[in-house]
C-alpha cells in the first residue's frame, strides 16, 4: 500500500459517521458535538498479548463494536482459550511478522504482553502508522516511555494507556471537588496497593532459580524475553509471576501506580516529581536483588505550580499499608488499595481504579458538598475506556489517556521503581536533563541496554 492510500484511509476513519473534526478541538468539545451512536466496525484491530489482561481488552474492543482482524502471542498454550473464542482471527506468533504481513488489514493494536516487551511492541505498531492501546505501565523504564511519548506525537496516531479507571465517573467528581476547593489546598496524598502480595515479591522463588527447566514447546520463550538479557527459563515468571521479577516487571507500584495515583496526579496536576525516597521492608537489593520488596514506602515530592502549592504524595505497597490518619473517622476504613488526599480543610478518600468509593471526609464536608450544592460537572462522563479510544480513532481527537498523560503517569511510578533499588538515598530529579541530579547508579537504570538484535 503507497503512503497516500495510508494517510487516505486514516482520513476516511476519522471522518467516518459524524464529519472530519478539527484535531485542535479539545476531547470535550468533540464529545459535546456527538449526537449519533458511533460506528466502529470500520475500525480494523489484532490483539497482542492475548492470555490474560489482554484477552480481557480484546473483550472490551469487540464488545464497542470494533472489528478483531488478528491475535498474536507467543505463548500458543496460554492463549488457545482467546484462539479458540475468535476462530476467525488470523494467528501469529510474532508480532513484527503480524504487522508486516497484515499491514493494510489493520488500523489499531491492542497490547497486553509483560511491561518489559511493551515499548518495542507499541513502537512497531506506531511505525505502522497503527493506533496504540497497551497496558499500563506504558513500558518498563523511563528512556522507553520518553521514546513511546514522542513517537505518539511523530506518527500523529492515536494512544490510549490502559488505565481504565481513567474514563470513569468518579474520577471526574474527584477533580471537580479538588478545583472547587471542597477540601482547601491539597498538601499531601498518601495511595497505596496491598493487593497480591505473593505475586509482587517473588523471594521465596529466588533460591529455586538456576535449576534446570524445561521450556514448553508451546512457548516461544527466545522471544518471549524480547529486548531484555536472555536468562534461562523458569516457570516462576513465564506465564504469570514475571509482574515480581526486575527484570520483566515493574513490582506492585508499576501495576497499581497507574489506577491509584491517577486521580491525585489529574486533579492536582503533578507532572514530574524533584525527588524520590524509597523505604524497604524484608529485602535486601544485594540479596534479593531479582525480585521486589514485600514491603515498600515510596515519598515523592512535587513542586508547586501555578494552582496549588508543593505537595507530597507517599506510595505504599505491600506489607506497608497507608495509616489511618488521626482524625480519620473510627467507623470509616482505610482503603488498602486507593488513597488519601489531604487538604486545609478536610479529606477525600477514594479506592483503586478511578476512585472508586470515592468520599468526603469529615462528614460535615460530604453534607456541604452533596445533592444541589455538588461543583458544577466541568468535565464530560464518558462511555467508557475502550469506547474512548475508539471514538477518538473514529473522530481524530486524543483519548483521555494518551500517551502524553499517561507516559507522565508511568514515569512517576517508574521513578519509584528505580529508588527501591536505593534504599535510604534521596534521588534528585531533574526533569528537563531527563536524569537524577546524584547518583549515577540510578541514571544507569534509566535506559538500560537492548540486547542484540532489538531495539525502539
Not at 488470523?90 to 497484515?102: A, C, I
Not at 501506580?257 to 496526579?265: E, T
Not at 503517569?409 to 528505580?418: D, E, M, N, P, S
Request: include cysteine; proline fraction near 6%; hydrophobic fraction near 40%.
Amino acid at each position: 500500500m503507497s503512503d497516500n492510500l495510508k494517510i487516505d484511509r486514516r482520513k476516511f476513519l476519522t471522518a467516518a459517521g459524524a464529519g472530519a473534526v478539527l484535531m485542535h478541538l479539545t476531547p470535550e468539545a468533540v464529545l459535546a458535538q456527538q449526537t449519533e451512536p458511533a460506528s466502529f466496525a470500520s475500525i480494523r484491530f489484532a490483539g497482542i498479548g492475548i492470555g490474560s489482561q489482554g484477552g480481557g481488552d480484546i473483550d472490551a474492543v469487540v464488545a464497542e463494536g470494533a472489528t478483531l482482524v488478528a491475535l498474536c502471542d507467543v505463548d500458543q498454550k496460554y492463549a488457545k482459550h482467546k484462539f479458540d473464542q475468535y476462530p476467525n482471527a488470523k494467528r501469529f506468533k510474532d508480532f513484527r511478522v503480524m504487522l508486516n504481513e497484515l499491514h493494510d488489514e489493520i488500523d489499531a493494536v491492542v497490547i497486553g504482553t509483560p511491561d518489559h516487551t511493551h515499548a518495542v511492541i507499541a513502537m512497531e505498531a506506531m511505525k505502522h502508522g497503527k493506533h496504540v492501546y497497551c497496558e499500563k505501565p506504558l513500558a518498563h523504564n523511563v528512556h522507553e516511555v520518553r521514546a513511546l511519548m514522542a513517537a505518539a506525537k511523530r506518527y500523529n496516531v492515536i494512544t490510549q494507556l490502559g488505565n481504565q479507571g481513567h474514563s470513569y465517573d468518579s474520577i471526574r467528581k474527584l477533580c471537580e471537588w479538588v478545583w472547587a476547593g471542597a477540601i482547601g489546598d491539597v498538601h499531601e496524598v498518601h495511595a497505596g496497593c496491598d493487593a497480591f502480595r505473593d505475586v509482587y515479591s517473588q523471594i521465596r522463588n529466588l533460591d529455586k532459580i538456576g535449576q534446570h527447566y524445561d521450556v514448553p514447546a508451546d512457548l516461544d520463550y527466545d522471544l518471549w524475553t524480547g529486548p531484555v538479557e536472555k536468562r534461562d527459563y523458569a516457570p516462576f515468571w513465564v506465564p504469570w509471576n514475571w509482574r515480581g521479577w526486575l527484570p520483566y516487571g515493574t513490582g506492585c507500584i508499576g501495576d497499581w501506580f497507574c489506577h491509584v495515583v491517577d486521580p491525585s496526579f489529574w486533579a492536582l496536576d503533578l507532572g514530574a516529581p524533584t525527588s524520590v525516597t524509597a523505604e524497604v521492608f524484608g529485602w535486601d537489593p544485594k540479596i534479593h536483588g531479582l525480585t521486589y520488596p514485600p514491603g515498600t514506602r515510596l515519598t515523592f515530592e512535587f513542586p508547586a505550580n501555578k494552582n496549588r502549592g508543593p505537595v507530597k504524595l507517599v506510595w505504599h505497597d505491600g506489607d506497608k499499608k497507608i495509616p489511618k490518619p488521626a482524625d480519620f473517622p473510627a467507623d470509616d476504613d482505610v482503603p488498602g488499595t486507593g488513597a488519601i488526599l489531604f487538604g486545609s480543610k478536610g479529606m477525600i478518600v477514594h479506592g483503586s481504579h478511578g476512585a472508586g468509593a470515592c468520599r468526603l471526609q469529615p462528614e460535615a464536608l460530604r453534607d456541604k458538598w452533596s445533592g444541589s450544592n455538588a461543583p458544577a460537572q466541568k468535565l464530560p462522563r464518558i462511555k467508557g475506556h475502550h469506547w474512548d479510544w475508539l471514538e477518538a480513532i473514529r473522530t481524530g481527537r486524543q483519548a483521555g489517556s494518551n500517551f502524553a498523560y499517561g507516559g507522565r503517569l508511568t514515569q512517576v511510578a517508574l521513578l519509584g521503581a528505580i529508588a527501591l533499588r536505593f534504599p535510604g538515598e534521596t534521588l534528585q530529579w531533574d526533569e528537563r536533563a531527563v536524569k537524577f541530579k546524584n547518583h549515577s547508579g540510578a541514571n544507569a537504570l534509566l535506559n538500560p541496554p537492548y540486547r542484540k538484535g532489538w531495539r525502539l
